[in-house]
T-cell receptor
Framework: DAKTTQPPSMDCAEGRAANLPCNHSTISGNEYVYWYRQIHSQGPQYIIHGLKNNETNEMASLIITEDRKSSTLILPHATLRDTAVYYCIVRPLGDPGTYKYIFGTGTRLKVLA | DAGVIQSPRHEVTEMGQEVTLRCKPISGHDYLFWYRQTMMRGLELLIYFNNNVPIDDSGMPEDRFSAKMPNASFSTLKIQPSEPRDSAVYFC???????????????FGSGTRLTVV
């Protein structure tokens, strides 16, 4: 599996956009970029995923560079409830058992009031 | 849907005792995963099931760990005998089948915090 690199921690002011970067320079052509987050004392929560086009859903936006070697998760208006550890994961599309999610250490985002 | 339900939320037991963790996946999900999370090792996949059948248990740390899925709505993770180093948060996750899993991702339960003293 391709490895990802994320900053260990970030702060963001409440109401501002939170931009969480992820480097995945060895990503393969068939690997998607997934983002999960884990709020304290809860299980990880799926946020969004994409292959090469930018994606947006009700939770966030995902911007993937043209060379696919990095991506940015954007929380457009961060709230205190967005304080969590954010995981960037790359894996191929396919059997969820064969292509397991490998969770790294993630980025600990703290949203400040 | 109530999501993935795990019980108990917290478990404190003495070393050497048997511990059973329980999981009810989301109805209709074909895959079930057991993860363990510690500060030192992060989130580790222990075992996963597909249609109630264990497919890959290579992440199970020792023979003291066993998992079963007797039906589509219930799974257990058992540790016998338990040791202090088993202290961790254990998560269960379920997923839709191959065709749709990559839209919804995994759904995790709230976890069981196990403390072995």
């Amino acid at each position: 599996d391709a490895k990802t690199t994320q900053p260990p921690s970030m702060d963001c002011a409440e109401g501002r956009a939170a931009n969480l970067p992820c480097n995945h320079s060895t990503i393969s052509g068939n690997e998607y970029v997934y983002w999960y987050r884990q709020i304290h004392s809860q299980g990880p929560q799926y946020i969004i995923h994409g292959l090469k086009n930018n994606e947006t859903n009700e939770m966030a936006s995902l911007i993937i560079t043209e060379d696919r070697k990095s991506s940015t998760l954007i929380l457009p208006h961060a709230t205190l409830r967005d304080t969590a550890v954010y995981y960037c994961i790359v894996r191929p599309l396919g059997d969820p058992g064969t292509y397991k999610y490998i969770f790294g250490t993630g980025t600990r985002l703290k949203v400040l009031a | 849907d109530a999501g993935v339900i795990q019980s108990p939320r917290h478990e404190v037991t003495e070393m050497g005792q048997e511990v059973t963790l329980r999981c009810k996946p989301i109805s209709g999900h074909d895959y079930l995963f057991w993860y363990r999370q510690t500060m030192m090792r992060g989130l580790e996949l222990l075992i996963y099931f597909n249609n109630n059948v264990p497919i890959d248990d290579s992440g199970m740390p020792e023979d003291r760990f066993s998992a079963k899925m007797p039906n589509a709505s219930f799974s257990t993770l058992k540790i016998q005998p338990s040791e202090p180093r088993d202290s961790a948060v254990y998560f269960c996750a379920s997923s839709l089948n191959l065709d749709r899993v990559n839209i919804y991702g995994y759904t995790f339960g709230s976890g069981t915090r196990l403390t072995v003293v």
